[in-house]
């Protein structure tokens, strides 16, 4: 079985108009998915699908936990997913994606993998600045950034850091590997 079989719908072979299948998106999920933007977490998906003729119809739905650095202190935390979102597939001759939620399959093929769109939506849940909860995070962490970057902002006028927020405005979901550098600096 390759890596991502558990998410294959065939969807050729559908003989009811309704079906729903559940997926429990853990850490093995995110490991196999080996993308960057999340590399734990534990999201159950619920995809409904109903077919009418030759177009599905697929209803998702995410909910869980997953984890990522917060942007103030860098210690890992959980970020709440919820997601909702829908797809159209539709059968053509090679695999295209028309709109954000209309996506072509090779009839030949009469499939579609949705491991990488569930692991999309959930990047695409993730708040662009995640932060610990009031009091949560890593204070000796957190003071020392901040000391390190009102320096950093003294000797360089170019650099717009604000003194909390370590990853800036334009930076979504990742954290700046600059800071993996700089987190280096301040354990060592
Ligand atoms: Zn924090």
Known sequence: MGKFDLYKI???SLLEENYSFQYELNNDFFEKIDSP?????????IVTLSKKANTFELNF???GVVIVACDRCLDEM??????????IVKFGKEFSQEDDDIVIVPEAEGEINIA?????????????????????????MASKLRKHLVL???????????????TGEDNETTVDPRWDGLRNIINN
């Open 61 to 63: 739905v995410l909910e």
């Open 152 to 166: 950093d902002h003294d000797d360089d006028e170019n650099e717009n850091f604000d003194e909390v927020d370590l």
């Open 116 to 140: 990488w769109f569930l692991y999309e939506f959930i990047v695409l849940s993730i708040p662009a600045k995640c932060i610990h909860a009031p009091g949560k995070c890593n204070k000796i």
């Open 78 to 87: 959980e970020q709440p997913i919820n997601y909702r979102g829908k797809m």
């Open 10 to 12: 065939q969807l050729k």
């Open 37 to 45: 933007e999340v590399q734990k977490g534990s999201v159950t998906a």
